[in-house]
Every structure is written in C-alpha cells, then in structure tokens.
C-alpha cells in the first residue's frame, strides 16, 4: 500500500518538514509523490508534470511512426491512425489534467501540431490554424473543454450515473441559505 499527502505548492514547505507515518494493521504504509491512478498520474502538488511527460514521450512514439508510415498511407488513412491511435491517447484524462501549466498545455498542443502536419503532408513552418481548419479540429485543450462543459451540462439535467451526481454536487443541494447564488446551477 501506498499514500500520497496531496498539500498543493502553499502548504508544501511546512508539511515537508514533519514526517507523517501511517500505519495499517501494524504495517508502515509508503509514502510516495506520484501515482498513477486509472492512467492518470497524480503528484502531491497536482501541477500534472509527471502526467504530461509520460503522456508527451506516448504521444511523440505514436506521431514518429505515423511519420515513417505515412508515405505509404493516403490522407485518409493518416487521419484515421490519428483518430485512433493519437487522439484517444491524448484526450484521455484530460477533463482532470488539463488544469496544469500553460507550458505544459503547450508541449501537447507542440505534438498535436506535429500530427496535423504530418497528416497534410504539409512544411514544418506550416501555419497550424489553416492546418487544423483543413482537418475541422480544434486543439485537444479545446475538446478536453467542451466535453467537460458536456459533463457538467449533463449532471445539471439529471443525464450521468449516480455515482457522478454524487461527485459533482450542485451548489443549491449543499444548503439551505438564501444566497445570491442558491437558485443558480453550480457546482
């Protein structure tokens, strides 16, 4: 077993310095700094760096060998290895990860613009906008947004699984004060 203090970057430096020790039916538990959790690597101050590495070293490997096998895929056939290969691995997770830094935002954006290239065939200094037009994408930070909006779209009209309705609790069920905010769907 395995425990992690999740404090942020404030609580950090006070936390540090005391030694927290768990102990479970008399056995000392490990603490560690990272975890993966359900292909999701979580660390202690949830800035996600751990996450995107691996995620951009998955991704780089999945676009080089799009690189070496498209020239003999047609266009088609490259937007399909992307859509099923590259994309799935880049978009999942990312309604949680995706709160990280700009910078890291942007090494994943580098990649998917890396993919859209090779896709098109088109220059190294290729304009991404006119490439993702040409392809009808947005940048994955975008999607990883609008299915996030989804999600909370579906929680608020009573459409996800109750385990989710439980995660995401309305503003209004968690008391009864009359606020600015009580009649308003938030969460």
């Known amino acids: 077993m395995k425990s992690m203090l999740v404090t942020g970057k404030r609580l950090r430096n006070p936390v540090a310095s005391t030694s927290i020790d768990i102990n479970l039916n008399g056995s000392i538990i490990e603490h560690v700094?990272?975890?993966?959790?359900?292909?999701v690597t979580l660390d202690q101050d949830l800035s996600f760096n751990r996450q995107i590495e691996e995620l951009c070293k998955t991704l780089a490997k999945g676009i080089g060998l799009l690189r070496h096998i498209s020239p003999y895929l047609k266009r088609n056939q490259r937007d399909i290895y992307y859509s099923t290969?590259?994309?799935?691995?880049?978009?999942?997770?990312?309604?949680?990860?995706t709160s990280c830094s700009n910078e890291n935002l942007l090494k994943v954006l580098r990649l998917q613009k890396?993919?859209?290239?090779?896709?098109?065939?088109?220059?190294?200094?290729?304009?991404?906008?006119?490439?993702?037009?040409t392809l009808k994408r947005v940048p994955f930070y975008s999607e990883s947004y609008i299915n996030r909006c989804a999600l909370t779209y579906k929680r608020l009209n009573g459409n996800t699984p109750e385990y989710i309705n439980d995660l995401l609790i309305r503003n209004s069920d968690t008391h009864n004060r009359s606020t600015r905010f009580c009649n308003i769907n938030l969460m």
């Open 33 to 39: 700094t990272d975890f993966k959790l359900l292909g």
């Open 85 to 97: 290969i590259i994309k799935p691995e880049m978009l999942y997770g990312s309604t949680i990860w």
């Open 114 to 133: 890396r993919a859209a290239r090779i896709i098109l065939d088109a220059e190294r200094t290729a304009p991404s906008v006119g490439l993702f037009n």
